[in-house]
Every structure is written in C-alpha cells, then in structure tokens.
C-alpha cells in the first residue's frame, strides 16, 4: 500500500511574525523556514506505517517555489521514499488556495492510486483546515479529520482513527483508500539523522506543474490588507 503525505513549507514556529510595510503579507524575505508542524507529524505517521509493514511506500508532496524541496528533503530524511515538487512562484499562504491544492492532490492520487492519503489538519500559516476535507470530497473517498491515534486493520481494508471532539473521544471506522488528517497528539516526529539526511540527497523528487495537471493555481481570493492584532493594553488596578 502507497501513503501519499503532504508537506507545506511555511514560516518556522518559532519565529516571531512581521507584516510587511505595505500591509499586503508576512514578511518572509530573510526569515526561516520549516516544515508544517502538522506535516511533520503526518510524515512520522506514514513512516511509522512503513515500519510496521503497513505500507511498501510513502511519497511527500509539496506545493511552492524551489526552496519547497527543502522541506521534500526533509520527510525524505525521515523515512519517506521518493518526493512529489509541484512548482509555483505564488505564495503558498495565501495566493494557493486549499480547492487548488486539492485538485492537484487529487490529480496526483488519480496517478499514485495510494491507499491513504496523510495531510496535517491545518497549516500555521493561513489557517484554513480545508485541504483534506475538500481532496476527500473530490475524491469520493471517506475522511477521518483530527486524527490522535490510526490503527489500519491487518487485512488493509480499513482503518480506524481516535479524534478529539469537544465532548471528549469519538472513533470512526473507514474502509480504504481514505484521507487521514494528523492532529497534534498524534504523534512525536523524529529528528532526522545525519545518515538519513545524506542518504535523503540521492532520493528521487519528480517536479511538475499544476498545469501538468490540468489545474489552475490562479486565486480567486483576493488579500486586502495583513495587519497585526490590537497591542493588549495593561490591567486596570
């Protein structure tokens, strides 16, 4: 069984945010760069699949510029076997929007025919939670969001994933292939080792364009302006 894993680069977690003077974005020009909490976990999670002879392949997809096979590189030194780069020069925060990225999920897994599909639930940069719900969508495939604990069966047919809800636990069971979204209790991810990272340089990472695809990255939002939030003011004694 494939895994497909999505992996998004976006401003590291630690770095403090600044808008640009122009009020139009983040500033990102100097800053660093990592992978997608989120996308880190869901990367562990299919690795760890792998480990346990679950799945015979994993395969990280990124949506960006060059500097996006940075973070391919990364999964492929925690255990992923080859990358997917599909190129743009748009900002990935917020000019593609989640419907455009999963078209060309979508396209991709019409290509890879995977077993499952592994996304973060969300990305720390926009926010938007919608990736996975709306590839499961345009694939008619089940969908298990939020996920803290996936257990496939032995027979591969299914899986079943543990998710927080407000009121507590709920399990859901879903026949495969299904989209998956990793949660942040998930898992710990690795830290990939020297070794790993030398051997990561000589995997395979397959560049295309969305248009390969037959899909247009083009936004159909527009930003109007990127400020900070309100400076909290001090307590009244």
């Avoid at 069971?173 to 949660?183: E, G, M, N």
Wanted: proline fraction near 5%.
């Amino acid at each position: 069984m494939k895994v497909l894993v999505g992996v998004k680069r976006v401003v590291d977690y630690a770095v403090k945010i600044r808008i640009k003077a122009d009020k139009s974005a983040v500033e990102t020009a100097s800053v660093k760069m990592s992978m997608n909490p989120f996308c880190e976990i869901a990367v562990e999670e299919a690795v760890r699949m792998k480990e346990k002879k679950i799945a015979d392949e994993v395969i990280a997809v990124s949506i960006g510029p060059k500097q996006a096979q940075e973070t391919i590189r990364t999964a492929l030194a925690m255990g992923a076997d080859r990358g997917v780069h599909i190129t743009t020069d748009a900002r990935t925060d917020q000019e593609v929007q989640p419907l455009a990225v999963a078209k060309v999920l979508a396209a991709l897994v019409e290509q890879e025919q995977p077993g499952m599909v592994v996304l973060g639930k969300q990305a720390i940069d926009d926010d938007s939670n919608q990736t996975g719900q709306m590839l499961a969508g345009l694939l008619d495939w089940p969908q298990a969001t939020f996920a803290n604990e996936v257990t496939v069966a032995d027979d591969k047919a299914s899986v079943q994933v543990v998710r927080e809800i407000d009121g507590g636990l709920q399990t859901l069971s879903a026949p495969l292939p299904a989209v998956v979204t990793a949660d942040l209790r998930l898992n710990q991810p690795r830290y990939a080792t020297l070794p790993n990272i030398m051997k990561a340089k000589k995997k395979k990472i397959a560049k295309h364009k969305a248009a390969d695809f037959g899909v247009d990255l083009a936004s159909t939002v527009e930003v109007v302006s990127v400020e900070d939030p309100p400076v909290r003011q001090a307590g009244q004694k």
